[in-house]
């Protein structure tokens, strides 16, 4: 028992690092804000949490923010952008792991990725416009946004660049699990 914990932590630990590593190389999407960055860190965050479990996935997320804001910062001061990864990976995670654990076929793997891009877009749309939009203008100190501005920004930037980011992910994701089967049920074989 206790060496299947240190197996899932020093993998957690690599995977974090991976992550990181991914979250660093990040690039704009055209037609979309240039401030918003599309990155792969999702997908160490996955594996962690279909071989895993939930929580080791939210580790990986939360590790990779954490190391992101010790050597990057933020340029509000405040990790208002990290805290915002965060919270969209751990949306577009959590999904995927409870379906795929349930029963380990693509079609409920498919099945969570789709959810949780649906969930990770509708609640990040409705928290950059209660708290994260308004976070980053007051820890700048510059002049709040109009509602109306606020609400273009989320329909016009935000909405699509979540869409768009969870469904590049879903294909890549994909794609690596259909490569990475055999290994993966195995390492899951071998949590049970």
């Not at 918003?36 to 996935?57: H, M, N, W």
């Not at 050597?71 to 919270?87: D, M």
Request: hydrophobic share 55%; no cysteine.
């Amino acid at each position: 028992m206790q060496k299947g914990k240190i197996k899932q932590m020093v993998a957690v630990s690599m995977l974090s690092t991976i992550a990181y590593v991914l979250m660093m190389l990040d690039f704009p999407f055209p037609g979309l804000p240039p401030f918003l960055k599309i990155d792969f860190s999702e997908v160490p965050a996955l594996l962690a949490a279909i071989i895993f479990g939930p929580i080791a996935g939210v580790m990986v997320e939360g590790i990779k923010n954490t190391l992101h804001y010790g050597i990057v910062g933020s340029f509000t001061g405040v990790p208002v952008g990290q805290l915002a990864n965060f919270i969209a990976g751990v949306l577009f995670i959590l999904p995927v792991s409870y379906l795929f654990r349930k029963k380990h076929t693509v079609k409920r793997l498919s099945g969570g990725l789709i959810l949780g891009t649906a969930l990770m877009t509708l609640t990040m749309g409705l928290l950059n416009y209660v708290i994260i939009l308004p976070a980053y203008t007051w820890f700048l100190g510059a002049e709040p946004m109009s509602n109306q501005v606020m609400m273009d920004l989320i329909l016009k930037g935000i909405t699509p660049f979540n869409l768009v980011k969870g469904t590049i992910i879903t294909l890549l994701f994909l794609a690596l699990y259909n490569r990475m089967k055999p290994w993966v049920k195995k390492q899951i074989a071998q949590q049970a």
